[in-house]
T-cell receptor, first 110, second 115 residues
């Protein structure tokens, strides 16, 4: 079955610094990959997704992710963190059904 | 008004009680899902339904059952609640794209505590 591993349950960055959240997947067939964000006391919402085509995917709020098949990775980046980016981020892989990673909590320091 | 609503938002119950969590959506989507979220484990799929006549087990369906009463309604039941079913439960719907590529839209969650 497909699975996702998110490296680092907590990441802390300063405002204006690069955000890098790591995600590696395992799948025996070409996967579809997603990043979702969860703000406090809310449900998840889609940041971006990779299905086919261009491997660099741009999402909302300045986030982007690159699908690297050779590395089985789909890391999420943002050039400059903002205080409003503080949230929990989930990577997910979908083949037969959706499987989520354990999540990475992002803290942004002023 | 929210597109995906869940009731109740919070529930405390006792071991052995039957509990029903309800989900309604106004997005007109055929596909609906139930997940549970546990700290350090992310979200895990309990059941999903691709239309009113279709029900499928997810990764962790034991101890749960579902009912798809209409396109807009999908209920999750715990027939006899146990403490390790204490979790945050999310309902989601998805748009009618190719299967497994669709974006999911989540409700606000139901926090269930089983004593």
């Amino acid at each position: 079955a497909q699975s996702v591993t998110q490296l680092g349950s907590h990441v802390s960055v300063s405002e204006g610094a690069l955000v890098l959240l790591r995600c590696n997947y395992s799948s025996s067939v070409p996967p579809y990959l997603f990043w979702y964000v969860q703000y406090p006391n809310q449900g998840l919402q889609l940041l971006l997704k990779y299905t086919t085509g261009a491997t660099l995917v741009k999402g909302i709020n300045g986030f982007e992710a690159e699908f690297k098949k050779s590395e089985t990775s789909f890391h999420l980046t943002k050039p400059s963190a903002h205080m409003s980016d503080a949230a929990e981020y989930f990577c997910a892989v979908s083949v037969y059904d959706m499987r989520f990673g354990a999540g990475t909590r992002l803290t942004v320091k002023p | 008004d929210a597109d995906v609503t869940q009731t109740p938002r919070n529930r405390i119950t006792k071991t052995g009680k039957r509990i029903m969590l309800e989900c309604s959506q106004t997005k007109g989507h055929d596909r609906m899902y139930w997940y549970r979220q546990d700290p350090g484990l992310g979200l895990r799929l309990i059941y999903y339904s691709f239309d009113v006549k279709d029900i499928n087990k997810g990764e962790i369906s034991d101890g749960y059952s579902v009912s798809r009463q209409a396109q807009a309604k999908f209920s999750l039941s715990l027939e006899s609640a146990i403490p390790n079913q204490t979790a945050l439960y999310f309902c989601a719907t998805s748009d009618p794209g190719p299967p497994h590529t669709d974006t999911q839209y989540f409700g606000p969650g139901t926090r269930l505590t089983v004593l």
